[in-house]
């Protein structure tokens, strides 16, 4: 089959592979000038440091199976991520762990005290937290919340927590020990040459063209037997029926010799300060040595016609516009949508490897 393919993020290199190894000829149309996606890594020219252009990306997963894919195209360097917050003129360790804990509170607790005093402060009320600020309500409770997640949530995704579903805090762990690993999935790496390597590798197959630049379109359809689509699903209908929200992300560059901040993640919670996070991306690459350093400062707005979306925004009272996109997309009976932006939801790598790997299997169920 002649394939056309809309994007050469991960989702749809991973489909573009298999596919090419059972013998289809795939073409994909890659609007920007690079493979990859957000998750794009560029060396830069001046310090060598490898940068993460769209934002932090750290590979973590539960999914064994998703780790031996990643790992058959790129060798994935041990990293774990430790992250930093700066908060009322202090600077903690995340996720909330022991070490925050007491930090915060000026205490020496165990474990079990930790755990007891916490069980305190919760709002045991909240029996079915549903929004964003009633899961860390119930769950670390009003001063935690507060210090932690309610300026940060609010700069982040530009409404109030108490709007934001309860999902996006149930990515975070909180610890009653000293684990400062930000994630809990078993696998945690990053790749060694950076990811947009790993992705052209995944792409390298005499079966798959790839072009750069290129936008592509509905008319061009027709010339494919089946198409798979990771743009935008609103940008798909020409946003007919309105736009669905998106934050996008500003990225401040700033260089210095040495070292700047310490670390490769700096959160900055209080509302006050405009930014979300700093960003030194020498330290995703411990195992590399560089004299200068490259430091991102990381803004999020509201995702305007011309920006790059980068999240796309679920809140908990639903949105009846999206519903119809969907239905539309799932009628398709020649296009199927993949990915962050195709399927609207906020995805990890992994789970965006996952999924592709799913749809494919269904996929080719429906075309044997
Ligand atoms: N979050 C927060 N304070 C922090 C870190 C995270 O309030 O210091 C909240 C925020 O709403 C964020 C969500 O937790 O969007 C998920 O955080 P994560 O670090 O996974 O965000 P990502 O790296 O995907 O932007």
């Not at 079915?128 to 932690?148: C, H, I």
């Amino acid at each position: 089959m002649h394939i056309g393919m809309a994007g050469a993020g991960l989702s749809c290199a991973v489909i573009a592979r298999e596919l090419a190894e059972a013998g289809h000829q795939i073409e994909i149309f890659e609007r920007r000038a690079h493979v990859a996606g957000n998750c794009h890594t560029e060396r830069d020219e001046k310090s060598g440091v490898m940068v993460h252009i769209y934002g932090p990306h750290i590979f973590h997963t539960d999914d064994d199976e998703v780790w031996a894919y990643v790992n058959r195209f790129m060798e994935f360097k041990p990293y774990v991520n430790r992250v930093k917050a700066t908060t009322k003129g202090q600077v903690f360790s995340l996720p909330i762990n022991l070490h925050t804990i007491n930090q915060f509170f000026g205490k020496t607790f165990s474990p079990s005290e930790a755990k007891a005093f916490i069980e305190q402060q919760a709002d045991l009320s909240i029996t079915d937290p549903q929004s964003f600020e009633e899961q860390a309500l119930r769950f670390v409770g009003k001063d935690l919340y507060e210090a932690f997640f309610k300026g940060y949530t609010q700069k982040q995704w530009g409404v109030s927590p108490t709007e934001l579903p309860a999902s996006i805090l149930k990515r975070l762990p909180v610890r009653f020990n000293y684990n400062d690993n930000y994630f809990f999935h078993k696998h945690q790496g990053m790749p060694a040459e950076g990811y947009t390597r790993m992705v052209e590798r995944i792409l390298d197959h005499p079966n798959i063209q790839v072009t750069l630049g290129a936008d592509f379109s509905r008319d061009m359809i027709d010339r494919f037997d089946h198409v798979f689509y990771s743009g935008p699903v609103d940008g798909f209908y020409g946003y007919d029926l309105g736009r669905l929200p998106y934050r996008t992300l500003d990225f401040v560059r700033s260089e210095a010799e040495g070292e700047v901040q310490g670390t490769a993640v700096m959160n900055y919670c209080d509302a006050s300060v405009p930014f979300t996070r700093i960003t030194e991306h020498k330290h995703f690459a411990p195992w590399e040595e560089h004299d200068r350093s490259v430091c991102y400062t990381e803004y999020s707005r509201a995702c305007s016609e011309e920006d790059i979306p980068y999240y796309p925004v679920h809140l908990t009272k639903g949105d009846a516009m999206l519903d119809q996109y969907q239905a539309r997309a799932k009628a398709e009976p020649k296009i199927t949508f993949v990915g962050r932006l195709g399927t609207y939801r906020y995805m990890d790598m992994d789970v965006t490897i996952r999924s592709a790997m799913d749809v494919l299997s269904l996929w080719k169920l429906n075309h044997a």
